[in-house]
């Protein structure tokens, strides 16, 4: 498998702010407010903490999912029909909350009451108003839940024929007709998150046949048909691109690529995670000892296509970055790890449309056009054989919703 070096490969050896969250835990995700970055934490504290972003000051810890994790955490741009950027998170407490900084708590929490199945993953539709979930299995059932977060207290709908193992991962499309979902069935699913029957809803299946740890939609691209629009990693480090029609179009293991020359050598241990929402495929990977690199493959849609090293973060952590995100307001890259750090790092400024380098266009703004995807009509299934700072409220404004907001958008 090719890696090669970029002609504007940097290196990045220091940070421009660093963190650590109050206990001895690993940061799992990490999201991007207004004036602030917030990070969800692993057990024992299972709490989400509050970053001022100028200087990363921790400046408040909203109590997550109590005694149970917190599984995930999104910043989206609206909710229930209010238009600011809120705070979402899902709990293995069978619940999905969305936060208020005033209260330090939340203002809308999303049960499945009588049926309190751990929540692995959430998504918001792109109008804020449906919320999925996905459960793990209990006993024969997997569940994606679906809420109208104006009418918390019960789901509209229960989708449990997509899965037959722990949802691990849900994205909806840009339109918000289809939830992409992946599991540890080894299956990346989409499906119609408005079908009120679930043997109806599955539109189309891919199977992998191994388990599937994260997936998501390639966005911003022509995504036709035969090109990639999908793509999934799994627990075993090994990668995928995928068509709309569930074509498997890519499969490695990501730790093959590497580079080995007089300068130096970069060989990845793990995927952190993958940005591709600007129609580039931007894979960050890990080593064990704690540096990033971000990698870009110029055809997502060739098995063979090569891979360009474009940057490295290195000695900014000691062990395994757990969570990565590209703050494009602020042209910095924010990771998190299992040293309990948190850092901030400069983006290359190399790393904007460079003429002669093909894969240099990730900071271009994304066509006007969108994909067009048609209305769900029917399951569809392709089976593919498996390859191989301080504690306080501090300056904490007003960017989450709170009570007010909610009765306003209910009004």
């Known amino acids: 498998m090719v890696l090669t070096e970029s002609p504007y490969l940097s290196e990045s050896s220091w940070t421009l702010r660093t963190s650590n969250v109050s206990s001895n835990a690993y940061i799992l995700s990490i999201s991007s407010l207004p004036r602030h970055y917030a990070a969800s934490t692993s057990a024992p504290s299972n709490v989400i903490e509050i970053f001022d972003k100028s200087t990363l000051q921790r400046i408040q810890s909203l109590p997550g999912h109590e005694s149970a994790a917190t599984t995930s955490l999104h910043a989206v741009n609206t909710i229930a029909g209010i238009p600011k950027k809120s705070l979402i998170s899902s709990g293995k407490d069978g619940s999905v909350k969305v936060w208020d900084d005033r209260s330090n708590s939340h203002s809308i929490k999303m049960t499945n009451l009588g049926k309190p199945h751990a929540l692995l993953c959430c998504a918001v539709s792109p109008d804020g108003y449906t919320v999925a979930a996905g459960t793990d299995l209990q006993s024969d059932d997997a569940l994606i839940l679906y809420w109208d977060p104006r009418q918390p207290a019960t789901p509209l709908r229960t989708h449990g024929s997509t899965h037959s193992d722990d949802i691990t991962a849900l994205d909806f499309n840009e339109s918000g007709t289809l939830i992409l979902s992946a599991s540890s069935d080894g299956l990346v699913s989409t499906s119609n998150p408005t079908e009120d029957d679930e043997d109806e809803a599955v539109v189309g299946v891919g199977n992998w046949g191994c388990s599937v740890s994260q997936a998501g939609w390639i966005t911003g691209g022509r995504n036709g048909s035969g090109e990639a629009a999908l793509w999934a ?22 730790r093959e690529p590497s580079v080995h020359t007089q300068q130096r050598t970069w060989v990845t241990d793990y995927l952190v995670t993958c940005d591709a929402k600007r129609g580039v495929l931007n894979v960050f990977t890990g080593s064990n000892e704690g540096d990033i690199a971000l990698l870009t493959n110029s055809n997502p849609s060739v098995d063979d296509a090569p891979w360009t090293l474009h940057n490295l973060w290195m000695t900014g952590h000691v062990g395994v970055v757990r969570s990565l995100l590209y703050d494009e307001e602020e042209n910095v890259l924010v990771t998190g790890g299992e040293d309990g750090k948190l850092n901030v790092w400069s983006w290359p400024s190399s790393f904007v449309g460079h003429e002669g380098d093909e894969n240099m266009d990730v900071d271009v703004p994304a066509p006007s056009h969108r994909p067009v995807f048609s209305p769900p009509k029917k399951r569809r299934e392709r089976d593919v ?8 409220r501090g300056d904490s404004e007003d960017y989450l919703n709170g009570e007010e907001g909610v009765k306003r958008a209910r009004r």
């Open 233 to 254: 990693a799994s627990d075993m480090e090994t990668f995928s691109t995928w068509s709309e029609e569930f074509d498997r179009l890519m499969s490695l293991d990501i």
């Open 385 to 392: 054989s498996p390859s191989g700072g301080g504690d306080g």
